[in-house]
Each structure stands twice: as structure tokens, then as C-alpha cells.
């Protein structure tokens, strides 16, 4: 079977490709995955892809001694996503890394204002410090594998997730009472 030859188009601008590229990428990813922010695991994955689409930008560059077009753009985001769309469907299953719950976890702390600077002034850094610490141990600890039984795992639930959300903040007052301040 012989291919087909097009000829090129017109060429695309590095950074323009770079950037089309990564905004059709995140855009398929998210519409795959109904995915709403991404993870900072994710993140990186992304980081990487943009890399990656940068160097073969270049090596097409070098090869055919001119900028790629959009035909190639398409091609190549179609052969990417199929190749590394796989890295993304962990988060439709609902999975938490502990990563994320912590930042989960001291978000709300901060955001319904239970722990603040004004309450605790010069421990503040230290009690988010501690707090994030104790989040990442409560995760972990209800993050045990059981063979057959991956529901109970708090990365696979978010019932689990938001009852040791709950946990955390309820005795968030009793860990911290010693360095809360006069106010």
C-alpha cells in the first residue's frame, strides 16, 4: 500500500504551534474525562507534553529545513492524545492522590477561615506545616491496599474523602489550641 504525499501547508510560528497545540490537548483531555481542574500530577504530565511537542517542533524544523503546518499539528495531537490519554482517565475514576487532599485540606482550612493568620500570627506557617503533615498521615493511613476491595481505599471514595475532610477540620481546634493566640 502506498501513502498518500501532501504537500506542506502553511507554516506555523514555533511558539503559535507550541501553544494551539497545547490548548487543543487540554481541551480533548478535558472533554475526555469531563475533567474540571487537573491534578498536580496531571500538571506535570501536561509540563511534559508541552516539552515533548516543543522538541518534535524542532526536529521536524530540522529535517524538512522548515516550520511545521497544521496538518501535521492534527496528526500529531491525534497520535499524542491516543498515546497518552491513559495518564488522565485515572482522574473520571475519582482517584485522589494525598498530594491533592492536602491541598484540598488546607484550602478549606484557609477559605472558611479556621485557620488564619490573625488567630495564630506568628505559628500560622507552622500550623499548616503541622496540618498538612497530619492530613498526609490520615490519608495514607486509610489508603491501605485490600486485594478485591479497591473501593476502600480514600483515593478510590469520595465518601471516604469527605468524611476524613470532615475528621480533619472537627479536630483541627484540639490539635492547635496551645498555639492559638489572644485575640
Do not use: W
Amino acid at each position: 500500500m502506498m501513502s498518500i504525499l501532501q504537500p506542506f501547508g502553511e507554516p506555523i510560528e514555533r511558539t503559535e504551534f507550541i501553544q494551539h497545540y497545547m490548548k487543543l490537548f487540554v481541551q480533548v483531555i478535558k472533554h475526555t474525562h469531563q475533567i474540571d481542574e487537573f491534578y498536580s500530577k496531571e500538571i506535570e504530565y501536561l509540563l511534559a507534553e508541552k516539552q515533548k511537542i516543543a522538541l518534535l517542533y524542532d526536529y521536524f524544523v530540522e529535517m524538512y529545513d522548515r516550520a511545521p503546518d497544521y496538518f501535521y499539528l492534527s496528526d500529531t495531537l491525534t497520535t499524542n492524545f491516543l498515546a497518552k490519554e491513559h495518564l488522565f482517565a485515572s482522574h473520571t475514576k475519582n482517584l485522589m492522590c494525598v498530594e491533592h487532599f492536602v491541598n484540598t485540606y488546607l484550602h478549606l482550612l484557609k477559605t472558611q477561615k479556621i485557620c488564619t493568620f490573625e488567630a495564630f500570627r506568628t505559628d500560622y506557617l507552622f500550623i499548616l506545616d503541622r496540618e498538612a503533615y497530619h492530613a498526609k498521615l490520615a490519608f495514607e493511613k486509610q489508603n491501605q491496599a485490600i486485594e478485591g476491595y479497591p473501593e476502600l481505599r480514600i483515593q478510590n471514595n469520595s465518601f471516604l474523602q469527605q468524611r476524613l475532610l470532615k475528621q480533619l477540620i472537627n479536630g483541627f481546634h484540639q490539635r492547635n489550641k496551645a498555639y492559638q493566640k489572644d485575640q
